[in-house]
């Protein structure tokens, strides 16, 4: 049981089968601790902040019976210059698998070219495949996969938005987008799936019907500068009670976490019983777990 490719960088590089492979994989080693990656060692390589992807692969790690290398770029060479073909080159030498949070979506995608083991991408400023597989394996216990309806709503030029339309493009998920026009998704992501999102920018014809609804922060890690502007371009989709009751009556709500309650959604929001962000992120190291095995078992 393999992933059809080496490395997990972009939803796109994986067919629906993988996704389905990975999320079965999850359910078995669901709260197991085992030894199927004794010995291996993966190298988390932190060009930016995390809570969640930092604690849930050491965990992961763990509970598979390897070893997790924390790695801030502050404290590598990377930080003085250092090329990022070199640093792959070198840390793969030692190590099983790397996992980096980059700024750079390229130079991710450089880092697994000169990379001898497993590249998996803990989230650029394009894409965040970890997150958005175990939102869908989220949605797939919560509510079934199937006549399921996402509304992600807020800023669609979203490293999450990006992943959760691969996702599910790929599974045949229905899914909507609703954001202003100035801040539509990536060409190239409309391109990948095939325009078969639907994209608004009105709230009420989003949320008809919705199963789920789905925000992300509206300043993403390094566009503190453009903070002001996005905040009050975006508050007409702060996700509220009030928007919350165009959705379906059993709606739920998700957020990839750090919340900036208050702005993209409320506290009355992200504290209500439609609430799943906590097992969102319980989630992370259930699929994160699955991917390590795949990706790295002999
Ligand atoms: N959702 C997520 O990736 O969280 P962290 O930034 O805390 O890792
Ligand atoms: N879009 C957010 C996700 C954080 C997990 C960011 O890039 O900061």
Same mark, same amino acid.
């Given at each position: 049981?393999?992933?059809?490719?080496?490395?997990?960088?972009?939803?796109?590089?994986?067919?629906?089968?993988?996704?389905?492979?990975?999320?079965?994989?999850?359910?078995?080693?669901?709260?197991?601790?085992?030894?199927?990656?004794?010995?291996?060692?993966?190298?988390?390589?932190?060009?930016?902040?995390?809570?969640?992807?930092?604690?849930?692969?050491?965990?992961?790690?763990? /509970?598979?019976?390897?070893?997790?290398?924390?790695?801030?770029?502050?404290?590598?060479?990377?930080?003085?210059?250092?090329?990022?073909?070199?640093?792959?080159?070198?840390?793969?030498?030692?190590?099983?698998?790397?996992?980096?949070?980059?700024?750079?979506?390229?130079?991710?995608?450089?880092?697994?070219?000169?990379?001898?083991?497993?590249?998996?991408?803990?989230?650029?400023?394009?894409? #965040?495949?970890?997150?958005?597989?175990?939102?869908?394996?989220?949605?797939?216990?919560?509510?079934?996969?199937?006549?399921?309806?996402?509304?992600?709503?807020?800023?669609?030029?979203?490293?999450?938005?990006?992943?959760?339309? #691969?996702?599910?493009?790929?599974?045949?998920?229905?899914?909507?987008?609703?954001?202003?026009?100035?801040?539509?998704?990536?060409?190239?992501?409309?391109?990948?799936?095939?325009?078969?999102?639907?994209?608004?920018?009105?709230?009420?014809?989003?949320?008809?019907?919705?199963?789920?609804?789905?925000?992300?922060?509206?300043?993403?890690?390094?566009?503190?500068?453009?903070?002001?502007?996005?905040?009050?371009?975006?508050?007409?989709?702060?996700?509220?009670?009030?928007?919350?009751?165009?959705?379906?009556?059993?709606?739920?709500?998700?957020?990839?976490?750090?919340?900036?309650?208050?702005?993209?959604?409320?506290?009355?929001?992200?504290?209500?019983?439609?609430?799943?962000?906590?097992? /969102?992120?319980?989630?992370?190291?259930?699929? /994160?777990?699955?991917?390590?095995?795949?990706?790295?078992?002999?």
């Amino acid at each position: 049981m393999k992933l059809s490719a080496k490395h997990l960088i972009s939803i796109n590089d994986l067919t629906k089968k993988d996704i389905e492979l990975i999320f079965k994989t999850a359910d078995k080693l669901y709260r197991r601790k085992l030894s199927a990656l004794r010995q291996k060692t993966l190298a988390m390589i932190f060009e930016k902040s995390s809570t969640r992807t930092r604690i849930s692969f050491e965990v992961a790690m763990t /509970q598979l019976g390897g070893h997790a290398l924390d790695l801030t770029t502050t404290k590598l060479q990377a930080s003085r210059g250092e090329a990022v073909k070199d640093t792959a080159a070198v840390v793969s030498r030692y190590v099983d698998g790397i996992m980096a949070r980059l700024y750079s979506h390229e130079h991710l995608l450089e880092m697994a070219r000169h990379s001898s083991v497993p590249v998996i991408n803990g989230l650029t400023d394009f894409l #965040h495949p970890c997150q958005a597989l175990a939102d869908l394996y989220t949605i797939k216990k919560k509510k079934g996969l199937k006549n399921v309806k996402l509304v992600y709503i807020g800023d669609a030029n979203n490293n999450v938005c990006h992943s959760l339309m #691969h996702c599910c493009h790929k599974l045949d998920v229905n899914m909507a987008v609703c954001c202003p026009k100035k801040y539509l998704p990536d060409e190239q992501i409309m391109k990948n799936t095939h325009n078969s999102i639907k994209i608004t920018d009105s709230i009420s014809e989003a949320l008809k019907d919705a199963d789920v609804v789905y925000t992300d922060t509206w300043v993403s890690m390094g566009q503190e500068k453009e903070a002001k502007k996005k905040i009050a371009d975006l508050k007409p989709y702060q996700v509220n009670s009030k928007l919350m009751h165009l959705a379906k009556s059993d709606a739920i709500f998700m957020h990839c976490l750090p919340a900036h309650r208050g702005q993209e959604v409320t506290d009355k929001v992200i504290d209500s019983e439609k609430s799943v962000v906590y097992d /969102q992120a319980e989630n992370r190291l259930h699929v /994160q777990k699955a991917i390590l095995y795949l990706l790295m078992k002999k």
